[in-house]
């Protein structure tokens, strides 16, 4: 059974960081992608950020230079650390591996 748990969501405000982590479990964690995606309400969920077994790295426009994603295979975990946050980056944020499953998703909120 697959499972996706996202943690690290919050209030902050605009300038300040916050850093998500996903915990996987049920799949072979090293050999699969990892993504990041953020759903606000009324708009589709987008890709924020996605990292492949290799460790090749995209990102949106929007986020580069601001956000990392990094993973740790031996914890089964990756995680989004977001810096310099804008108040439109609020958002639900999820974490999603490609064979069709999401996490619960966790709130970020960024204040002006």
């Known amino acids: 059974q697959v499972q996706l748990v996202e943690s690290g969501g919050g209030l902050v405000q605009a300038g300040g960081s916050l850093r998500l982590s996903c915990a996987a479990s049920g799949i072979i964690f090293s050999l699969n992608y990892m993504g990041w995606y953020r759903q606000v309400p009324g708009k589709q969920r987008e890709l924020v950020a996605g990292i492949t077994s290799g460790g090749s790295i995209n990102y949106a426009h929007s986020v580069k230079g601001r956000f990392t994603i990094s993973r740790d295979n031996a914890k089964n975990t990756v995680h989004l650390q977001m810096n310099s946050l804008k108040p439109d980056d609020t958002a639900v944020y999820y974490c999603?591996?490609?064979?069709?499953?999401w996490g619960q998703g966790t709130q970020v909120t960024v204040s002006s």
């Open positions: 999603y591996v490609p064979s069709g499953f």
